[in-house]
C-alpha cells in the first residue's frame, strides 16, 4: 500500500525567503511522485513529477525537488519565495505504471508574507 | 484542447435529492478518474475508467454512487439520497496511459448538500 505524509500543515515565509515544503512517501512498488498546487477553489496543477530518471526534477514557477530513496523523501523547495506563491501543496504518489490512481497527501498552505 | 473540463462548478441541494455531476476530459485521453476533496483534505480516489470500462472503485464510492462513461469520452458521477457528509469538491482528471505519467485535472463541482 502506498502513502503520503506531509509534514506541517502551514508554512510560513516571507517573500524573497526560502520555501521548503516536506513530503515522505511509503511504497512498496518504486513510485512515481508528484507535487501539485491548488489555489481557492480551483483544480490542481502540476508543479513537478519524479519518474525514475534524474532525482533533482525541475519545475514551473521556479520550483524543484529532490528525490532521496534512502530517506523516502521528496521535498519541493523554492529558492525565494514570491506573494503568487500562497496556495496549497499536495505530494502524491502512484505505481510505476503510467496512469495509476494517485494517492495524495493531506496538503500544505503556504503563507506568504510581504 | 482547453482542459479538463466539469460541469455544473457549484451544486447546492437539499439532504435526499439526487445530483449528476458531468466531466469532457481531455480529447483522446483514455483514462478518467473522479476523486473527493473535502475541507482541509487531499483529494481521495472514488474510482477510474479506461475507455468506457470502470476497472476500479475505491471503497469510498458508496452503493449511493455511480459513475458512467458510456462511449469512453465524457463521463457522470450521480449521487442518491444525498447526505450532508457528501459536501465535497468532485475533482475529474484524465490522462493518456501509457503516454503520460500525470494526470490534468478540472476545476471541480463543488457541492453543499443542506
Known amino acids: 500500500a502506498q502513502s503520503v505524509t506531509q509534514l506541517g500543515s502551514h508554512v510560513s515565509v516571507s517573500e524573497g525567503a526560502l520555501v521548503l515544503l516536506r513530503c515522505n512517501y511509503s511504497?512498496?512498488?518504486?513510485?512515481?511522485l508528484f507535487w501539485y498546487v491548488q489555489y481557492p477553489n480551483q483544480g490542481l496543477q502540476l508543479l513537478l513529477k519524479?519518474?525514475?530518471?534524474?532525482?533533482l526534477v525541475k519545475g514551473i514557477n521556479g520550483f524543484e525537488a529532490e528525490f532521496k530513496k534512502s530517506e523516502t523523501s521528496f521535498h519541493l523547495t523554492k529558492p525565494s519565495a514570491h506573494m503568487s506563491d500562497a496556495a496549497e501543496y499536495f505530494c502524491?504518489?502512484?505505481?510505476?505504471?503510467?496512469?495509476?490512481?494517485?494517492?495524495f497527501g493531506k496538503g500544505t498552505t503556504l503563507s506568504v508574507s510581504s | 484542447d482547453t482542459g479538463v473540463s466539469q460541469d455544473p462548478r457549484h451544486k447546492i441541494t437539499k439532504r435526499g435529492q439526487n445530483v449528476t455531476f458531468r466531466c469532457d476530459p481531455i480529447?483522446?485521453?483514455?483514462?478518467l478518474y473522479w476523486y473527493r476533496q473535502t475541507l482541509g483534505q487531499g483529494p481521495e480516489f472514488l474510482t477510474y475508467?479506461?475507455?468506457?470500462?470502470?476497472?476500479?472503485k475505491s471503497r469510498l464510492l458508496s452503493d449511493r454512487f455511480s459513475a458512467e462513461r458510456p462511449k469512453g469520452s465524457f463521463s457522470t458521477l450521480e449521487i442518491q439520497r444525498t447526505e450532508q457528509g457528501d459536501s465535497a469538491m468532485y475533482l475529474c482528471?484524465?490522462?493518456?496511459?501509457?503516454?503520460?505519467?500525470?494526470?490534468?485535472f478540472g476545476q471541480g463541482t463543488r457541492l453543499t448538500v443542506v
Open positions: 480529447s483522446e485521453h483514455n483514462r
Open positions: 475508467f479506461q475507455n468506457e470500462a470502470q476497472l476500479e
Open positions: 482528471a484524465s490522462t493518456l496511459a501509457p503516454l503520460n505519467t500525470e494526470a490534468f
Open positions: 502524491a504518489v502512484s505505481d510505476q505504471e503510467a496512469g495509476t490512481a494517485l494517492i
Open positions: 511504497s512498496s512498488v518504486p513510485p512515481y
Open positions: 519524479y519518474t525514475s530518471a534524474a532525482t
